[in-house]
C-alpha cells in the first residue's frame, strides 16, 4: 500500500498493472487491488496464468476491482498450450474465461510466438476464439521474447519464420473476431 500511495503523489489516475509470477497467489491481491483503485488509479490490469480463476466468487471480486484480465496464452489447443505450460493449464485457463464472461471483465490472450507453438496458433488462433464466443476479448502476439521457453534472440532465421507467421495469421484473422495487437 505504501508503494501506491507513493506512486499515486506523481501519477494518479495511472494504469497498474499486477504481474509476476503469479499475482492470485498473494493472499492481499484483492486488498491490494481494491486499494488501487480507491486510491485513484482509473485502470488496473491483471496479468495471470487463469489457473486460480476457479469459482464465481473469484470472478466477481476480480470483476469488482479490475479492468483486464491479460492470460498467457501458448496454444489455441490443448495439447500445445499445456506441451509448453503443463498439464491441465488450458482447461483450468477455459473455466476462469468462462466465469470472467458472466461478469463481463475485459480478457486479453498475450501469446508469444515460438517454433513449438507457431504452426497451432496459425491454424487454430481464429477457431480457438471463435469458441470463445465473447466480444470483450483481445489478442496480443509478440514475437521479440528473448529469454525463457522460447528463447530465439540468437535464430534469426526461426525469429523470420515466426514474423511470417504472424503476418500469415493477421491476413486469416480478417477481423473476424476481437482485436489483435502485434507487439
Same mark, same amino acid.
Given at each position: 500500500k505504501?508503494?501506491i500511495?507513493?506512486?499515486?503523489?506523481?501519477?494518479?489516475?495511472?494504469?497498474i498493472?499486477?504481474?509476476?509470477?503469479e499475482p492470485?497467489?498473494?493472499r492481499?491481491? +484483492?486488498? %491490494?487491488?481494491?486499494?488501487? !483503485? *480507491?486510491?485513484?488509479?482509473?485502470?488496473? @490490469? &491483471?496479468?495471470t496464468?487463469?489457473?486460480? #480463476?476457479?469459482?464465481e466468487?473469484?470472478?466477481?471480486?476480480i470483476?469488482?476491482c479490475?479492468?483486464?484480465?491479460?492470460?498467457?496464452?501458448?496454444?489455441a489447443?490443448?495439447?500445445?498450450n499445456?506441451?509448453?505450460?503443463?498439464?491441465g493449464?488450458?482447461?483450468?485457463?477455459?473455466?476462469?474465461?468462462?466465469?470472467?464472461?458472466?461478469?463481463?471483465?475485459?480478457?486479453d +490472450?498475450? %501469446?508469444?510466438?515460438?517454433? !513449438? *507453438?507457431v504452426?497451432?496458433?496459425?491454424? @487454430? &488462433?481464429?477457431?480457438?476464439?471463435?469458441? #470463445?464466443?465473447?466480444?470483450?476479448v483481445n489478442?496480443?502476439?509478440?514475437?521479440?521474447?528473448?529469454?525463457?521457453?522460447?528463447?530465439?534472440?540468437?535464430?534469426?532465421?526461426?525469429?523470420?519464420?515466426?514474423?511470417?507467421?504472424?503476418?500469415?495469421?493477421?491476413?486469416?484473422?480478417?477481423?473476424?473476431?476481437?482485436?489483435?495487437?502485434?507487439?
Open positions: 505504501q508503494f500511495d507513493n506512486f499515486s503523489e506523481i501519477n494518479i489516475g495511472s494504469e498493472t499486477f504481474s509476476g509470477g492470485l497467489i498473494r492481499d491481491f +484483492f486488498e %491490494i487491488a481494491e486499494y488501487a !483503485k *480507491n486510491t485513484g488509479h482509473h485502470y488496473l @490490469n &491483471l496479468f496464468n487463469g489457473v486460480l #480463476i476457479n469459482n466468487k473469484m470472478a466477481e471480486q470483476s469488482s479490475i479492468d483486464l484480465v491479460q492470460f498467457g496464452l501458448d496454444g489447443t490443448e495439447n500445445v499445456d506441451s509448453i505450460r503443463g498439464k493449464t488450458f482447461n483450468k485457463l477455459m473455466n476462469a474465461v468462462k466465469l470472467l464472461k458472466k461478469f463481463d471483465v475485459r480478457i +490472450f498475450g %501469446i508469444s510466438l515460438m517454433p !513449438k *507453438n504452426l497451432d496458433i496459425e491454424e @487454430n &488462433l481464429i477457431g480457438f476464439l471463435q469458441s #470463445i464466443a465473447y466480444e470483450n489478442v496480443r502476439i509478440d514475437t521479440s521474447i528473448q529469454e525463457g521457453r522460447c528463447n530465439i534472440a540468437h535464430e534469426d532465421n526461426s525469429r523470420i519464420g515466426l514474423v511470417k507467421s504472424l503476418d500469415r495469421i493477421l491476413k486469416n484473422y480478417g477481423g473476424k473476431v476481437g482485436q489483435m495487437l502485434y507487439q
